[in-house]
């Protein structure tokens, strides 16, 4: 299992609706949380060892939201 951390701007209910749509339809993301109290609304992602950070940041970018690695 990898842990990935990531920067994003993930700062409102819509944008959470829309990654939540994203990451529970993924068959290799198995749990992620976004710590909305951070400035950098902290993205931590649980997934098989098959995702990289890059996947998930071009998954992201792809729906509109900011992403960078951490």
Same mark, same amino acid.
């Given at each position: ?6 920067? +994003? @701007?993930? @700062? *409102? ?10 990451? +529970? ?7 992620? +949380? ?5 400035? @950098? ?10 995702? +990289?950070?890059? @996947? ?10 900011? *992403?960078?690695?951490?």
């Amino acid at each position: 299992m990898n842990i990935l951390i990531f920067k +994003t @701007d993930i @700062d *409102c209910e819509r944008r959470f609706n829309y990654v939540n749509y994203l990451f +529970t339809n993924h068959p290799q993301i198995f749990q992620w +949380t976004v710590d909305s109290k951070d400035v @950098d609304k902290v993205l931590r992602v649980e997934s098989s060892e098959n995702i +990289t950070e890059s @996947d998930v940041i071009q998954l992201l970018r792809r729906i509109g939201i900011y *992403c960078e690695e951490l």
